[in-house]
């Protein structure tokens, strides 16, 4: 049976990722930072270990080395939602990510050629290493990157190589792992010493033993360690499609009572909330800021964009504005800003074109007429096919996109409708002589009638119950939108007026204003 | 200098907000609606761009339908807003009469949603013509028209109009007042249009252009 090739893999590795994630989401303060499991020192940071902060040791050793140090006890689950946060990024790189817990990230790298076609492939592969340790970066992280032949390789060579990138040729593997020690091929402890009690003390002297002696000595382990150091190591990534929208938070350095300051965390949050976006060809349509306040409390905003887009620029003027329109009761301590609604960034352009002032204009007058109106003061109307004319369009978010296909009703029906319609039809009486109606009385004032056209017969729906939904907002706001209805509808000229649009109502008889040809 | 990253960093994007604050290029000459009757009115046969024109009428007088056609006028490219202060703009309407809906932004700022705060601390007159002048010189809109039913005798009336005409100016946006012959606000604009049905047909007339802001009188219904 012919065995599958070895995949080329791009690993990046994360260093200290627990503290890495602890001070990525406070603002820089100078204070010596560390992160506790079972009571000892997992890893500290430059300032602790400065201060003579050794990991391993326990906490009551460090505390007695730096008075100051603040300490954060390990939360691998928060590690491993951050390491999947930083996959989502990543995902903008490669055909397929895996995140490899607790600190590793493998990337596909085969397509690693499309990023640079007139590159040799030595060269587009160490262009997508730099491209990956950048957007770890972008997103708060120090990274060091490995491509290699091999899941396994790969990440072994990521973890002891010495400097940021390092690229091996696609049958260079063992004789890259060969120097490192055996505990390097992932292998657990006791098997290591076992080995290394054998003078098995590298990568290079485990590759070079018979497989039936160690299968005899050290099981499948042993054997599967053995084929890592020969850099063999066909199995595929596992891909990783993300579940949940992404969400950032930054605890600030001091309270904040200022828009300033908040607007500074929130260019940090825009820029990684966008960057795990763009990972998958998504753009934000609504955010949602939570402001934690001092000493508790929390104020939440909801942010609508004009576009869905995973440009962090074009989130900053709607952030803006509805940050300094906010009155905060209390000082801001703590930011998180989410993206809640999100569409896929289409090829379609906006209407206006590609023009970014003219986007840029939109996206800010709109968020301005968003803040002070109301979201809901603000819409597009999207036509409905009834017959009751007050439900004849629905209100949807303005996002001066052109249409996936023509109105049904554009450039129908001529003059048919009125251009504007009563929000509450106006009861008018009708005077006449003789049976033929010579006058409509309107607000108090008999109006001659000189011209009539019609019936239009408008009636059904007598299958909804009358009375059930009404009219959320707009012109017909809390009119009953349902139930069964029975009009003539007559176009009617009458005097100092023009032309109305007046109907007889077949449940009561009465005559009815309901608009103006105006 | 411990925060003097910081400081650049909010340096930065003030820049960067106000580059992006910057309005699109302005456009100049006149945009005709295609109805026979209002562009032979109108001087050089068109509405300006970048600045104000009055349609005057009844109810029924032919204006609203005036204005639509403008918007449907417009190049393919463009957007549009109607300031929608009484809530009567029937948007199927505008549809039929070739107004692409997905480019007309309806502002109804009068008018809160039922069980819905009313527009965050605004008087909604205030709050409609805020949002006049906002969409006017945003840039972002090739005509916005305004149907805001300002009473007569408002305060600051003179100011009013100097922010809407330099609004326009400023996105270089053609801005349509509506306005009732009886009732409402008026106040110099560069063309003003007084329009009424004559059997069954609209007909234009350019009026004489008034002293700045002139309230005027009248009530029952104005449209």
Known sequence: ?518 | MPHSGKHLTLAHMREEIGRIERRPGRRGGTVACRLAAIDAALPGGGFPRGALSELSGGPASGKTAAALSLLAALDPEDLFAWVDGRGELYPPAAAARGVDLTRLLVVRPLLPAAGRRPPAREAPLRAALWACEALLASGAFAAVAMDVPVPRGIAGADAIARRLQAAAERGGTIGLWLTAPEGGLRFRVAVRLELATEAGRVVARRALLGPAAVPAGGGGRAA
Do not use: N
Not at chain 1, 136 to 145: I, T
Not at chain 1, 405 to 419: H, I, K, L, W
């Open chain 1, 1 to 518: 049976m012919r065995r599958e090739a070895s995949p080329r893999v791009l690993a990046v590795l994360l260093p200290d990722l627990p503290l890495q994630r602890i001070a990525r989401a406070r603002e820089p303060g100078g204070t010596p930072l560390a992160v506790v499991a079972g009571g000892r020192i997992l890893c500290g940071d430059a300032a602790a270990r400065a201060a003579g902060v050794r990991a391993g040791a326990s906490l009551a050793e460090a505390l007695a080395a730096c008075g100051r140090l603040v300490h954060v006890v390990a939360d691998p689950a928060a590690d491993r939602a951050a390491l999947r946060g930083l996959a989502e990024a990543m995902l903008a790189l490669a055909p397929a990510v895996e995140p490899s817990p607790p600190d590793v990230l493998l990337l596909d790298a085969s397509a690693a050629h499309l990023l640079a076609s007139r590159c040799a492939p030595r060269e587009a592969e160490e262009l997508l290493a730099r491209r990956a340790v950048a957007v770890a970066a972008e997103m708060g992280y120090a990274a060091r990157a490995a491509v290699a032949t091999g899941r396994g390789p790969a990440r072994a060579i990521a973890r002891h190589a010495a400097g940021t990138i390092t690229w091996v040729a696609p049958d260079g593997a063992a004789a890259t792992l060969a120097p490192l020690p055996v505990a390097a091929l992932g292998l657990a402890p006791e098997i290591a010493a076992r080995l290394g009690a054998l003078g098995v003390d590298s990568a290079g002297a485990l590759a070079r033993l018979p497989e039936g002696t160690l299968a005899h000595r050290f099981g499948p382990d042993g054997v599967a360690a053995a084929r890592l150091a020969r850099g063999d190591d066909a199995s595929p990534l596992v891909r990783w499609i993300p579940e949940t929208l992404p969400e950032e938070a930054l605890d600030l350095e001091g309270p904040a009572e200022s828009a300033d300051p908040l607007l500074f965390a929130l260019k940090r949050l825009a820029d990684r909330v966008a960057a795990r976006l763009a990972g998958r060809g998504l753009g934000a349509s609504r955010l949602k800021i939570v402001l934690k306040l001092d000493p508790r409390g929390e104020e939440r905003l909801l942010v609508p964009l004009a576009a869905a887009t995973a440009d962090a620029t074009r989130w900053l003027l709607p952030v803006k504005e509805h940050l300094f329109s906010l009155r905060l009761a209390a000082p801001v301590i703590a930011v998180r800003l989410a993206a809640v609604e999100v569409a896929a960034v289409s090829v379609e352009q906006l209407a206006i074109g590609d023009r970014p002032e003219a986007i840029a204009a939109l996206q800010g007058v709109l968020a301005r007429l968003a803040v002070r109106l109301g979201e809901g003061a603000l819409f597009a109307a999207e036509p409905v096919d009834r017959h009751r004319p007050e439900g004849g369009y629905r209100e949807v978010p303005f996002t001066g996109l052109p249409p996936r296909a023509r109105s049904p009703r554009q450039g129908e029906e001529g003059g048919a409708r009125p251009t504007r319609l009563l929000s509450s039809p106006a009861a008018v009486v009708a005077e006449g002589e003789g049976g033929r109606v010579t006058a409509l009385r309107v607000d108090g004032r008999a109006r001659e009638v000189l011209a009539i056209d019609g019936p239009e017969r408008l009636r059904g729906e007598w299958w909804a119950p009358q009375g059930a939904p009404k009219a959320e907002r707009g012109f017909a706001a809390g009119a009953d939108l349902a139930g069964p209805f029975d009009r003539d509808y007559y176009r009617v000229r009458l005097d100092g007026l023009g032309d109305c649009w007046v109907y007889r109502d077949g449940g009561d008889g009465r005559l009815y204003l309901h608009g103006f040809f105006d």
